[in-house]
Nanobody
């Protein structure tokens, strides 16, 4: 009864920016941790970043300094601002919700269906 819908993906040149949004419906997530993951063809799902209900944030080393995660509990949205995009950032990006603040995908209970991000050369 929880739906997470990502939006904002697209094609940008290397060095460009995109902002992904995740809209939650059915329930609120003020007391939940929210994470962003990505998966490129032929690769396992990879942790990108997470934000706890209290605002604590962690990032993968590969995106630290370039990506920024934020949440608006009032609007039930989570955002991922992606700057200085690289070709290796190309992947399907997923938002997810968990009761635990963690980098581990297995701990996340709800997932969106993904939005595609392509960083062209």
């Amino acid at each position: 009864q929880v739906q997470l819908v990502e939006s904002g993906g697209g094609l940008v040149q290397a060095g460009g920016s995109l902002r992904l949004s995740c809209a939650a419906s059915g329930r609120t997530f003020s007391s939940s941790s929210m994470g962003w993951f990505r998966q490129a063809p032929g690769k396992e799902r990879e942790f990108v970043g997470a934000i706890s209900w209290s605002g604590r944030i962690i990032y993968a080393d590969s995106v630290k300094g370039r990506f920024t995660i934020s949440r608006d509990n009032t609007k039930n949205t989570v955002n991922l601002q992606m700057n200085s995009l690289k070709p290796e950032d190309t992947a399907a990006y997923y938002c997810a919700a968990s009761s635990t603040f963690t980098r581990v995908a297995a701990w996340y209970d709800y997932w969106g269906t993904g939005t595609l991000v392509t960083g062209s050369v």
